[in-house]
Nanobody
Framework: QLQASGGGLVQAGGSLRLSCAASGRTLDNHAMGWFRQAPGKEREFVATIRWNFGTTYTAESVKGRFTMSRDKAKNTVTLQMNNLKPEDTAVYYC???????????????????WGQGTKVTVSS
């Protein structure tokens, strides 16, 4: 089970931190990622982290503004979002996938388990 939290309303240029806690599973050999979906748009990759080594991959659209990290002891990931822009407005989902190869790590269907989503709204 994945529980996401931390969404809300913020002005452009502001910051938010999203968290996602995983329960009921071990995360070795898994990747835990964030995706987002704006109204009328497809779900898109934001960032992901390989649990074993902490290697992160970030979408170009958020690179330099968003940072993903993990807390192995708490089975939790966070997404620190700085300098938010109106185009970051979306529902953000965390997801977990097992043994994902690098070439597919940005693809939503590579992830088997999804959280309920948390809404982020950035006003201009």
């Amino acid at each position: 089970q994945l529980q996401a939290s931390g969404g809300g309303l913020v002005q452009a240029g502001g910051s938010l931190r999203l968290s996602c806690a995983a329960s009921g599973r071990t995360l070795d050999n898994h990747a835990m990622g964030w995706f987002r979906q704006a109204p009328g748009k497809e779900r898109e990759f934001v960032a992901t982290i390989r649990w074993n080594f902490g290697t992160t991959y970030t979408a170009e659209s958020v690179k330099g503004r968003f940072t993903m990290s993990r807390d192995k002891a708490k089975n939790t990931v966070t997404l620190q979002m700085n300098n938010l822009k109106p185009e970051d407005t979306a529902v953000y989902y965390c997801a977990v996938g097992e043994r994902i190869i690098l070439s597919t790590i940005r693809i939503p269907r590579s992830y088997q388990h999804w959280g309920q989503g948390t809404k982020v709204t950035v006003s201009s």
